[in-house]
């Protein structure tokens, strides 16, 4: 049965169809052939697997990711880092880094962050003479910094098919996204004085509490999410509806930014990729309850060698199946595929759940950037209108950066469990 559904889905890959088409199909194959129940549990299942309230969460930040890369708040965050940074040796590369990582905070999305950040940094780092192959790497791989920095929709899609505190993962996140910030800044203070990178020129204190001043509303969204869940103020799925209300606010009513006929088309935008997002996460759950039904993760683990292995090879197991896997996939159908087969080993291993999760993300992450396929290579192929071969060509020094802080996090996980610790033990 195995065998079939993996059979079916690679040869409608093959074919050009949308993930949804694979993953509904194998699953089909699954029921009607090999499975003596009725047909109308996948149903069943695939309704159970959108009913999380915690889902709600999803739709809200693409929402509130949408309005805010239309209107000023990028632009705001830029300009703040830049007044701050832009003097030093490298300067324009960290501040590159540092507002996609504060533009992550904000959004939760990395297409949001390369369109925002990248827009308007790629112009200014190539007349500076940064070359456009690490460029457009720094923007991609910064923008993935996303995924850790809470909110993050990725750890929303773990938290639901794993049953992992949303709330312990958003905070576990912030470590290693900051870790990562400091390398690839740190990276690109070398490449510009490898380079010789003219600095900008240094920026007065005023002109700094300017700058601070003109980004306070949009930092108001990290306050609401990490400052508003840690507080017992509410939850995560509430955290996301106050962002949507809030970022309505800020640019219709402070900035002036958009009209409300704009926020129409934006929620329809939202509202479509979010029908996909869920039709995924549907077919995902039916897809999951047939695997397990059939003891399919077991054979698998247990036909890699892996059902007696250890903690430490179990992680890097599951490290190398995810950044495999987005290396082709969409990072959400790899969550929802992978989970579930890895799951029987995380539980019977003890391993914390959520330090498995939040190595999961960090793999999710540098997979989405990584060729041959990573999803966000392809969005900035669409909107930098550059050749693939120019955007992959400066990716492997900061896939080297993340392979170095996923090795850490599994040696040394405090980087990631330190603040859930202080916030929840």
Same mark, same amino acid.
Request: charge should be negative; include cysteine; charged fraction near 10%.
């Given at each position: ?5 993996i ?7 093959l074919?050009?169809?949308p993930m *949804? ?11 009607l052939? !090999?499975?003596p129940?009725?047909?109308d549990i996948m ?8 009913r999380?309230?915690?889902l709600?969460?999803?739709? *809200?930040?693409?929402l ?9 708040s ?7 880092? *830049?007044?701050?940074v832009?003097h030093?040796?490298?300067g ?13 905070a ?12 990248g ?30 920095? %809470?909110?993050?929709?990725?750890m929303?899609?773990?938290g ?23 390398l690839?800044?740190? !990276?690109? !203070? ?12 240094k ?5 700094r ?6 980004a306070v ?7 609401i999410?990490?400052?508003?869940? !840690? ?14 209300g809030?970022a ?16 129409f088309?934006?929620a ?6 979010t ?28 036909g ?18 995810f ?28 391993l ?9 993300t ?12 990573g ?10 209108k ?8 400066g990716?492997?020094p ?5 392979? *170095? ?8 996980? %405090? ?11």
């Open positions: 049965m195995a065998t079939a559904m059979v079916t889905m690679i040869v409608l890959l074919l050009g169809f *949804m088409v694979p993953l509904i199909a194998a699953t089909l194959i699954g029921f052939i !090999y499975l129940i009725p047909p149903i069943q299942q695939m309704l159970a697997g959108i999380p309230s915690a709600i969460a999803v739709p *809200m930040f693409i509130a990711a949408d309005i805010i890369t239309k209107g000023q990028a632009d705001r965050l830029i300009d703040m880092v *830049m007044r701050f832009g030093v040796r490298g324009l590369g960290v501040a590159t880094a540092a507002s996609c990582t504060l533009f992550g904000v959004s939760g999305s990395t297409q949001a962050t390369v369109v925002a950040i827009g308007p940094l790629r112009p200014r780092m190539l007349k500076s003479g940064y070359s456009d192959s690490f460029t457009l790497a720094l923007i991609i791989n910064s923008s993935d910094i996303a995924m850790l920095i %809470p909110p993050s929709i990725a929303i899609i773990y639901v098919v794993s049953g992992t505190s949303i709330s312990e993962l958003f905070i576990a996140g912030v470590g290693p996204g900051l870790l990562i910030l400091l690839f800044s740190a !990276y690109a !203070y070398v490449y510009a004085r490898i380079n010789d990178i003219p600095t900008e020129p920026a007065s204190w005023n002109e509490m300017q700058a601070v001043a003109g509303w949009p930092l108001g969204f990290p306050l999410v990490v400052g508003g869940i !840690y507080g017992g103020i509410f939850s995560p799925t509430e955290a996301a509806s106050v962002c949507v809030y309505i606010l800020l640019e219709m009513l402070i900035f002036r930014s958009l009209k409300l006929s704009d926020v088309d934006i329809k935008s939202t509202g479509l990729i029908a996909v997002v869920f039709i995924l996460v549907a077919a995902g759950a039916a897809f999951s309850w047939v695997i397990s039904f059939e003891r399919i993760p077991q054979a698998i683990l247990g890699l060698g892996l059902a007696e292995a250890g903690p430490y090879t179990v992680l890097i197991a599951i490290s190398i199946a950044f495999v896997g987005c290396m082709f996939v969409d990072p959400i159908v790899v969550i929802l595929v992978l989970v579930p087969i890895f799951a029987p080993l995380v539980d019977g291993l003890g914390d759940p959520v330090l498995v999760g939040t190595i999961i960090l793999q999710v992450a540098i997979g989405s950037a990584t060729p041959p396929f999803c966000d290579i392809f969005t900035a192929i669409a909107i930098f550059r050749p693939y071969i120019d955007v992959i060509r990716t492997p900061f896939v080297v950066i993340l392979l *170095m802080v996923s090795a850490l996090l599994i040696i040394y996980p %405090p980087i990631a469990l330190f603040l859930r610790d202080l916030a929840f033990r």
